[in-house]
């Protein structure tokens, strides 16, 4: 749970927070979740692993999309 809305807003909240996730990269939420699952024994390898997985997916058409997206936004 992150956030706490009006019984009136949950359906917008809800929708308004898919939406977010939807519109990120599918390979590195996969990613992400994959590494989140395991034991806390392994924490030093999954962070060896998701150094890994940063550096592959910098190279991937997504990356270059996102920052072409975030060099190309008008500030102010």
Same mark, same amino acid.
Not at 6 to 35: F, G, H, T, Y
Not at 47 to 60: A, D, G, N, P, V
């Given at each position: %749970?992150? #956030?706490?809305?009006?019984?009136?807003?949950?359906? @917008?909240?809800? *929708?308004?927070?898919? &939406?977010? %996730?939807? #519109?990120?990269?599918?390979?590195?939420?996969?990613? @992400?979740?994959? *590494?989140?699952?395991? &034991?806390?024994?392994?924490?030093?390898?999954?962070?060896?692993?998701?150094?890994?997985?940063?550096?592959?997916?910098?190279?991937?058409?997504?990356?270059?999309?996102?920052?072409?997206?975030?060099?190309?936004?008008?500030?102010?």
């Amino acid at each position: %749970i992150y #956030a706490v809305v009006e019984e009136n807003e949950l359906e @917008a909240s809800v *929708l308004a927070a898919a &939406s977010q %996730i939807a #519109a990120k990269p599918p390979q590195a939420l996969k990613i @992400a979740r994959d *590494l989140m699952r395991g &034991s806390r024994e392994d924490l030093v390898d999954r962070i060896s692993q998701e150094s890994e997985h940063f550096r592959e997916r910098l190279k991937s058409d997504e990356a270059r999309a996102a920052l072409m997206a975030f060099m190309t936004r008008k500030k102010g």
